[in-house]
C-alpha cells in the first residue's frame, strides 16, 4: 500500500516495487519517529512549484518542514520518493 503512494511519473521512479518490498521495516522508522516528523502537516499549505512538481510546508516542534508531492501524468498528486525535505 505504501508504495502505491508513491509518484508513478517515469523521471522520477527512484525504485521498484519489489525493491521496496526488500526494505526492512526498521529501516522506515519507529511510529513515534514519523509521528513526529509529520506532527503539524494537517496544518501545511500547499505550494505549487512547477506544472508537475509542488510541496507542502508546515511548522512542527523541529521548525520549518517541507513534504514534496509530484504530479502524475494522470493528474494526480502523489507522493515524491524522497519526500521529506
Known amino acids: 500500500m505504501q508504495y502505491a503512494l508513491y509518484t508513478d511519473r517515469p523521471d522520477y521512479v527512484r525504485w521498484s516495487k519489489e525493491e521496496d ?3 526492512p521495516g526498521s529501516d522506515r522508522g519507529t511510529k513515534e519517529h514519523l509521528l513526529q516528523t509529520f506532527s503539524g502537516i494537517e496544518k501545511g499549505e500547499f505550494m505549487q512549484t512547477s506544472d508537475h512538481e ?3 510546508q508546515y511548522m512542527n516542534e523541529s521548525g520549518e518542514m517541507g513534504f514534496q ?4 501524468e494522470d493528474g494526480i498528486w502523489n507522493v515524491s520518493f524522497t519526500p521529506i525535505q
Open 21 to 23: 518490498e526488500q526494505i
Open 54 to 56: 509542488g510541496d507542502i
Open 69 to 72: 508531492m509530484v504530479k502524475d
